[in-house]
């Protein structure tokens, strides 16, 4: 079983549409949470972090974590055709010697139509 | 255009061969991260250097090996290559150093694409 479970889609919405992606995992360790978005043929970029849990916004994007369930998601408000790629979420320890270590889910291939 | 560059772009070359892979860090950053992305695996973390040290190792095999220069650019070398092996590998930076439950976000290359035949 991977430590980080994220359904790889794809997933399809209109323009307008409320998007929501999920990942899951087993490690209790991991403190730390990310979501990257990568485009076609591009390397992942940072969209945002958060620390155990709790949500983050940042303008049409929320991130929650809910360490109970070992669960975390991604919201799109208002998504965009532009909003159209990979998102992959990706989860740290807080210690231990993997100081850059990051376990990253499969990825959740998205894409909006106008 | 996140400042990483990785050469070559694109690499094809046959099972048993050896290939060395480059990446030249952003301007100052220290740390330098090597990712492993397949269709079948996702992306998965190689190996990180700090400053020309290794700080932390992921399940990388031991046909791999790393290496970060004095002038910060790294090399990643895969031998005896095989099918498997196709995959593109990605380069990423970070500026500060690693330091115990801190998170930087690490700029990612655009990669090297390697198809092994």
């Known amino acids: 079983q991977k430590e980080v479970e994220q359904d790889p889609g794809p997933l399809s919405v209109p323009e307008g549409a409320i998007v929501s992606l999920n990942c899951t995992y087993s490690n209790s360790a991991f403190q730390y949470f990310m979501w990257y978005r990568q485009y076609s043929r591009k390397g992942p970029e940072l969209l945002m972090y958060t620390y155990s849990s709790g949500n983050k916004e940042d303008g049409r994007f929320t991130a929650q974590v809910d360490k109970s369930s070992k669960y975390i998601s991604l919201f799109i408000r208002d998504s965009q055709p532009s909003d159209s790629a990979t998102y992959l979420c990706a989860m740290k320890n807080a210690g231990g010697t993997s100081y850059g270590k990051l376990t990253f889910g499969q990825g959740t291939i998205l894409t909006v139509h106008p | 255009d996140s400042g990483v560059t990785q050469t070559p772009k694109h690499l094809i070359t046959a099972t048993g061969q050896r290939v060395t892979l480059r990446c030249s860090p952003r301007?100052?950053?220290?740390?330098v991260y090597w990712y492993q992305q397949s269709l079948d695996q996702g992306l998965q973390f190689l190996i990180q250097y700090y400053n020309g040290e290794e700080r932390a190792k992921g399940n990388i095999l031991e046909r791999f090996s790393a290496q970060q220069f004095p002038d910060l650019h790294s090399e990643l070398n895969l031998s005896s290559l095989e099918l498997g092996d196709s995959a593109l590998y990605f380069c990423a930076s970070s500026p500060q150093v690693p330091v115990q439950g801190a998170v930087y976000e690490q700029y990612f290359g655009p990669g090297t694409r390697l198809t092994v035949t």
């Open positions: 301007s100052g950053d220290l740390s």
